[in-house]
C-alpha cells in the first residue's frame, strides 16, 4: 500500500511536469526510472518498500505532532507545511532519499525530483488526515436526526447569536473586536444550498421582523455541530448535582471547541480573525450564547 502510494505520487509528478525545459525532461526521465526500477528484482523492491514505509510513516507522525497542538485547521495547515520543508531539507526526508537513490544505483543531481515527490505524498498524507472531517462535513445535515421545526429554530438561533454579537463587537475599537464584526457579518451573507437549506432559509424569512439577520449555509453547518455536541452530553448533564452543573458544563463548553466537525466549519468562517487565540475565543462566545438560547 505505501509502495503503490509512493508510485502514484511519482507518476504525479510525471504528469504535473511538462516537457518544456531540459530540467523538467531530465526529471520526467528520473521519475520514470524510478517507477521501473522499484519492481525490478527483490533488492530493488525491498529498498523501495522500505522507503515507502519510512517516508509515509515519518509524514503522518509529523501530521499526528502537529494537529495535537493547535486547534484551528488553518493553524495545523500552516505550521504543517512549515515542519514539512524544514525536515526536507535537514531531516530524516532527506536521508531516507540518499539511501534510496544508492540502494537503487541510481545517479540523480538535482533536488527537484526528491522535493516533488515528497510535497505529493505529503499532500496525500495530509488528504488522508482531513479527509474524514471532510466527508462528515457533506453529510452532516443529512444525519443530524432533527424535524424540520427544530431546524427551522435552529436557523433562527443562528442568526440571533451572530447578530447579538456583532452588536456588542461594534461597540468596540480595537483592531481584534473590528475582526470579530467582519467575521460575524461575513456569516448573514445568504448562500445556495439544497432543499433542506433552502426550506429553512425560506422560513426564516418569514418570520423574521427585525433585529436578527437570516444566516449564510456555512454558519447553519457549524450550529448544526454545535447542536449535536449539545444533544450528546446534556442528559449527562441534567443527571449531574448541582454542585457538580458547573464544572461540567464548562467541561462540555471546551469539548464542543475541540470538536473536529465543529473545528472544520469555524475555521470556514474564521478566515477574517488573525491570531488562532482570538479566533477560539469568538468560538467559546458563540458556542455559550448558543446553548443558553438551544
Not at 510513516?57 to 515542519?83: G, P
Not at 427585525?210 to 455541530?225: C, M, Q
Request: hydrophobic share 40%; glycine share 4%.
Amino acid at each position: 500500500m505505501a509502495s503503490a502510494t509512493v508510485r502514484a505520487a511519482l507518476a504525479a509528478v510525471i504528469q504535473k511536469t511538462p516537457a518544456k525545459t531540459s530540467r523538467s525532461c531530465k526529471l520526467r526521465e528520473w521519475a520514470q526510472e524510478l517507477i521501473d526500477k522499484s519492481s525490478q528484482g527483490d533488492i530493488h523492491l525491498e529498498a523501495f518498500d522500505k522507503f515507502s514505509l519510512e517516508i509515509i510513516k515519518c509524514f503522518k507522525d509529523m501530521i499526528l505532532s502537529v494537529a495535537d497542538k493547535y486547534k484551528l485547521h488553518t493553524s495545523k495547515r500552516e505550521f504543517l507545511w512549515k515542519e514539512f520543508h524544514l525536515a526536507t531539507i535537514t531531516g530524516k526526508p532527506l536521508e531516507l532519499w540518499k539511501q534510496l537513490i544508492s540502494k537503487l544505483e541510481m545517479s540523480i543531481d538535482d533536488c527537484l525530483l526528491e522535493q516533488s515527490l515528497y510535497q505529493e505524498v505529503f499532500e496525500m498524507s495530509l488528504k488522508e488526515h482531513f479527509v474524514a472531517v471532510c466527508q462528515k462535513t457533506v453529510a452532516s445535515v443529512g444525519e443530524v436526526r432533527l424535524s424540520a421545526d427544530e431546524l427551522n429554530v435552529l436557523r433562527y438561533v443562528s442568526g440571533y447569536v451572530a447578530h447579538q454579537l456583532l452588536k456588542r463587537y461594534e461597540r468596540k475599537s480595537t483592531d481584534v473586536y473590528e475582526q470579530y464584526v467582519t467575521c460575524l457579518g461575513e456569516m448573514a451573507v445568504a448562500g445556495e444550498g439544497g432543499d433542506l437549506l433552502s426550506y429553512t432559509t425560506i422560513w426564516m424569512e418569514k418570520v423574521n421582523r427585525g433585529g436578527l439577520f437570516p444566516v449564510n449555509d456555512n454558519t447553519f453547518h457549524l450550529f448544526i455541530e454545535i447542536e449535536k455536541c449539545v444533544r450528546q452530553y446534556l442528559l449527562q448533564h441534567l443527571a449531574k448535582p448541582s454542585s457538580d452543573r458547573d464544572s461540567y458544563l464548562r467541561n462540555v463548553h471546551q469539548k464542543i471547541v475541540d470538536n473536529e466537525d465543529v473545528q472544520f466549519h469555524w475555521t470556514l468562517l474564521s478566515q477574517d480573525v488573525d491570531n488562532p487565540n482570538h479566533s477560539i475565543s469568538l468560538l467559546e462566545e458563540i458556542i455559550k450564547l448558543a446553548i443558553c438560547k438551544c
